[in-house]
């Protein structure tokens, strides 16, 4: 078959072995994939996690149709449309422990559609709720709000019940369209006086929880946007991996500060967060309650363009392969 594998020189079309799955894994047919933040990482040196095998193919979530099932997989039929995760995803075909996979929701959803949504209602699901133990009425700001988690992070947060929803962006076009997905204020994280703005929109008291994509310079602002015994995610990390800490601030606030990532979770890890963002929000995205612009679609042969697009920093939503016709 034909995949997408990581080489010397960057991501490249290879023939590689179809895969054998597991007795707990379902094989797919695949459809389409996302292109992630962590893809683009993987291919400047970083590990994510997301390169699959001894032929290091590349890819962490698909969509397509089950073609197999393993004897101890469980809920998935040979025929269903699913979305799927696991290492080596970019791929005409790939394998999915059934935990980590999920039915496409809507009879109607195509698999574009359906490959803008899982990575991203996982992900925010984990940090808003499961971690940042969000509530109605409460107010949340979403740092690096443009992005395919943060725009589905400001919309998880309105559908919640939040209070109030921030959301920020660099630049400027982006930034005017985050009201489109949830955000009531707008604001710019390189300007100097965004924590005033946020102290302003919540009568001087910050907002209770910060889902952080950009970490780096914006990490001590943070917490002087945070209220009291406030929380703050730190998720991604696009403004820099490393920062110093004030951590008299820190103490001050008096705040919960919680770092996450998938890459060093176990399969038990990935199913309950699977689990508890298919419970709590799987209605929802079928109902088109959560949505996702399509930024751009290219040919699985075209994800070196595909990853140079997302490399430029200009997208708004998400980037998206096609696999076969």
Same mark, same amino acid.
């Given at each position: 078959m034909q995949a997408i594998v990581l080489t010397e020189d960057g991501?490249?079309?290879?023939?590689?072995? =179809?895969p054998q799955i597991k007795p707990t894994q379902i094989l797919v047919k695949v459809a389409s994939c996302s292109v992630n933040r962590s893809d683009l990482l993987t291919t400047q040196g970083q590990n994510?996690? /997301?390169?699959?095998?001894? $032929?290091k193919v590349m890819g962490a979530s698909f969509c397509g149709e089950v073609v197999e099932v393993g004897d101890a997989a469980q809920n998935f039929a040979v025929g269903d449309r699913v979305m799927?995760?696991? $290492?080596a995803g970019w791929a005409e075909y790939a394998a999915s422990d059934w935990r980590r996979a999920l039915p496409i929701p809507a009879d109607d959803m195509d698999y574009i559609e359906a490959a803008t949504l899982m990575g991203s209602v996982l992900t925010m699901h984990d940090a808003i709720v499961t971690n940042g133990k969000f509530a109605a009425g409460q107010t949340i700001l979403i740092q690096g709000a443009s992005s395919g988690v943060g725009l589905m992070g400001m919309q998880i947060g309105k559908h919640l019940g939040a209070k109030l929803v921030i959301g920020t962006s660099t630049n400027p076009e982006r930034r005017a369209r985050l009201s489109e997905y949830g955000a009531d204020l707008a604001l710019d994280s390189g300007d100097d006086n965004w924590v005033e703005q946020v102290l302003e929109a919540t009568d001087g008291r910050g907002v209770d929880l910060i889902v952080d994509n950009i970490s780096g310079y914006v990490a001590n602002a943070n917490m002087a946007a945070t209220a009291v015994h406030g929380t703050i995610i730190n998720v991604g990390r696009l403004g820099g991996m490393t920062a110093e800490m004030d951590l008299n601030k820190h103490a001050e606030r008096r705040l919960t500060y919680i770092g996450t990532t998938g890459r060093t979770r176990s399969i038990e890890e990935h199913a309950e967060v699977v689990r508890r963002a298919h419970e709590d929000l799987w209605d929802a995205v079928g109902a088109r309650k959560l949505t996702m612009p399509v930024d751009r679609v290219f040919d699985l042969s075209e994800s070196a363009a595909a990853l140079e697009h997302m490399a430029a920093? $200009? /997208?708004?939503? =998400?980037?998206i392969l096609k696999v076969g016709a």
């Open positions: 991501a490249q079309l290879a023939e590689v072995d =179809r994510f996690g /997301h390169v699959g095998g001894d $032929a799927g995760q696991g $290492a920093n $200009a /997208h708004f939503g =998400r980037i």
